[in-house]
T-cell receptor
Framework: DVKVTQSSRYLVKRTGEKVFLECVQD?????MFWYRQDPGLGLRLIYF???????EKGDIPEGYSVSREKKERFSLILESASTNQTSMYLCASSLVAGGHNEQFFGPGTRLTVL | AQKITQTQPGMFVQEKEAVTLDCTYDTSDQSYGLFWYKQPSSGEMIFLIY??????QNATEGRYSLNFQKARKSANLVISASQLGDSAMYFCAMRSYNFNKFYFGSGTKLNVKP
């Protein structure tokens, strides 16, 4: 069964802390994505990666960085967490572009920054 | 630029009735795919249905069907015989065949009344 897992369902951090969100997929997918979801705004793409060590900025990369050292793992890093980064973070993976290659999502991490 | 528009922030439907969730999209690409996802209150994103831009028939998956009108650039989701478990957020998404990124609408919150 296809699976995307995220390291935490809920996380509470303090302003200024460095935060790591990890995502692992077991489908050998080339593409991995990080989104944040806020009410009324839908899913907004932060970063995505199409191969190991390769990444591209999404629509809202400011304040975030990513790391993909292994194909199955994609990490989102908040260098210095701020209260406006309180949100739901969703990781997803997919095969390469083309055809019926939907994204598979993890369960999400609800991050609160105090 | 790609854009997905869902104009219904919230909808109510009576149990056992059919409901249509609207989605329009904007793209200059000729080859693309349209996806619908369901997000229950638990947070996970569940893939529902896919329509390719060259598919001549509207996609169907059980009680879900996609009313695809290419000239109008609309891809509405129809849920027949609504059930209480259909209460959730629903997201429309699009992906060009040539690119890895997905574009999501802002979502529609569906409430099914008993």
């Amino acid at each position: 069964d296809v699976k995307v897992t995220q390291s935490s369902r809920y996380l509470v951090k303090r302003t200024g802390e460095k935060v790591f969100l990890e995502c692992v997929q077991d489908m050998d997918h080339e593409n991995m994505f990080w989104y944040r979801q806020d009410p009324g705004l839908g899913l907004r793409l932060i970063y995505f990666s199409y191969d190991v060590k390769m990444k591209e900025k999404g629509d809202i990369p400011e304040g975030y960085s990513v790391s993909r050292e292994k194909k199955e793992r994609f990490s989102l890093i908040l260098e210095s967490a701020s209260t406006n980064q309180t949100s739901m973070y969703l990781c997803a993976s997919s095969l390469v572009a083309g055809g019926h290659n939907e994204q598979f999502f993890g369960p999400g991490t609800r991050l609160t920054v105090l | 630029a790609q854009k997905i528009t869902q104009t219904q922030p919230g909808m109510f439907v009576q149990e056992k009735e059919a409901v249509t969730l609207d989605c329009t999209y904007d793209t200059s690409d000729q080859s693309y795919g349209l996806f619908w996802y369901k997000q229950p209150s638990s947070g996970e994103m569940i893939f529902l249905i896919y329509q390719g831009s060259y598919d001549e028939q509207n996609a169907t998956e059980g009680r879900y069907s996609l009313n695809f009108q290419k000239a109008r650039k609309s891809a509405n989701l129809v849920i027949s015989a609504s059930q209480l478990g259909d209460s959730a957020m629903y997201f429309c998404a699009m992906r060009s065949y040539n690119f890895n990124k997905f574009y999501f609408g802002s979502g529609t919150k569906l409430n099914v009344k008993p």
